[in-house]
Nanobody, 121 residues
């Protein structure tokens, strides 16, 4: 099966930066879209940023101008550069991918394991 492996989480002070990565592996033919979601304690999981084939990246209003999503298609990897981090950004961040499998038709959605981002004030 497909795996999405996240890395880059950790603890940072307010105003600092972190970079998340999410590498997809498995029987992948193509990736239609990848994105990042986050979930803070007591909150619903919310969309942070997405990047789809042929489309411009999209961001939640709360992170526009601070976060940048990018893809390395050769590595089946998506990144999230997070700058000017704030305590409100503290959450578990989940990678998501909509992909096409080799020998299969249609799209399938997969999730990464989640990585903790903690921003101290």
């Amino acid at each position: 099966q497909v795996q999405l492996v996240e890395s880059g989480g950790g603890l940072v002070q307010a105003g600092g930066s972190l970079r998340l990565s999410c590498a997809a592996s498995g029987n992948i033919f193509s990736i239609n879209a990848m994105g990042w979601y986050r979930q803070a304690p007591g909150n619903q999981r919310e969309l942070v940023a997405t990047i789809a084939s042929g489309l411009s990246p999209a961001y939640a209003d709360s992170v526009k101008g601070r976060f940048t999503i990018s893809r390395d298609n050769a590595k089946n990897t998506v990144y999230l550069q997070m700058n000017s981090l704030q305590p409100e950004d503290t959450a578990v961040y989940y990678c998501n991918a909509l992909l096409v499998l080799r020998g299969k038709s249609g799209g399938y959605t997969y999730w990464g394991q989640g990585t903790q981002i903690t921003v101290s004030s």
